[in-house]
Nanobody, 117 residues
Framework: VQLVESGGGLVQPGGSLRLSCVAS????????MRWYRQAPGKERELVAG????????SYANSVKGRFTISRDNAKNTVYLQMNSLKPEDTAVYYC???????????WGQGIQVTVSS
């Protein structure tokens, strides 16, 4: 199983980025997907989640109204659209897959997002 994130980088405050996470080696539609982030010196925190068929999404209060999680099961991909970015959004972002009705979890390797002028 592999989860590969892409789309990170350096962006100015107020800018936008779209992260992608492509999964392989699993039946993607049987997995709940989440995005987490970890800033330097801080614990990893949950950013957003989406159910297996995309019917339900959830967000951390700190990103609600600015970030949107979505998925395309035909492409085995989950996205995180990040708008109105702030310096405090700077972190390494990770995608995570959890199999339904199971404790089986897979993580991506993470991708850096830096918000700075």
């Amino acid at each position: 199983v592999q989860l590969v994130e892409s789309g990170g980088g350096l962006v100015q405050p107020g800018g936008s980025l779209r992260l992608s996470c492509v999964a392989s080696g699993l039946t993607f539609s049987r997995y709940e997907m989440r995005w987490y982030r970890q800033a330097p010196g801080k614990e990893r925190e949950l950013v957003a989640g989406i159910t297996d068929l995309g019917g339900t999404t959830s967000y951390a209060n700190s990103v609600k109204g600015r970030f949107t999680i979505s998925r395309d099961n035909a492409k085995n991909t989950v996205y995180l659209q990040m708008n109105s970015l702030k310096p405090e959004d700077t972190a390494v972002y990770y995608c995570r897959a959890r199999r339904l009705a199971s404790t089986t979890i897979y993580w991506g390797q993470g991708i850096q997002v830096t918000v700075s002028s």
